[in-house]
Nanobody, 125 residues
């Protein structure tokens, strides 16, 4: 079992930066790829990015590539999402997720076994 708790969401203006953190419990954290999804009102959940178990491989959705960065600290059981150059269309609930695999490029929500409760990010223009 892996439990995930996100923090760091809030209000931002377009062009601002915001950092989300995810604290994980469970002994399998360091062997799992981790990721982030988001869901805007009235829209389906959208893949944001993923990071492999070693932290050396990252994969991003085209919509955030070059603006968002995922990192992890296996010693602390944390994974972060650094968001910069925020846009109003980044407004969503952001979810931390844990994959069943050590490395993945999957954008499919079904390939991620564990989900946090989500944290709201609102970007105003």
């Amino acid at each position: 079992q892996v439990q995930l708790v996100e923090s760091g969401g809030g209000l931002a203006q377009a062009g601002d930066a915001l950092r989300l953190s995810c604290a994980a419990s469970g002994r399998t954290f360091s062997s799992r790829a981790m990721g982030w999804f988001r869901q805007a009102p009235g829209k389906e959940r959208e893949f944001v990015g993923a990071i492999g178990w070693r932290g050396s491989n990252t994969y991003y959705a085209d919509s955030v590539k070059g603006r968002f960065t995922i990192s992890r600290d296996n010693a602390k059981n944390t994974v972060d999402l650094q968001m910069s150059s925020l846009k109003p269309e980044d407004t969503a609930v952001y979810y931390c997720v844990a994959s069943r695999y050590g490395s993945t490029t999957s954008k499919a929500a079904a390939d991620y076994d564990y989900w946090g409760q989500g944290t709201q990010v609102t970007v105003s223009s």
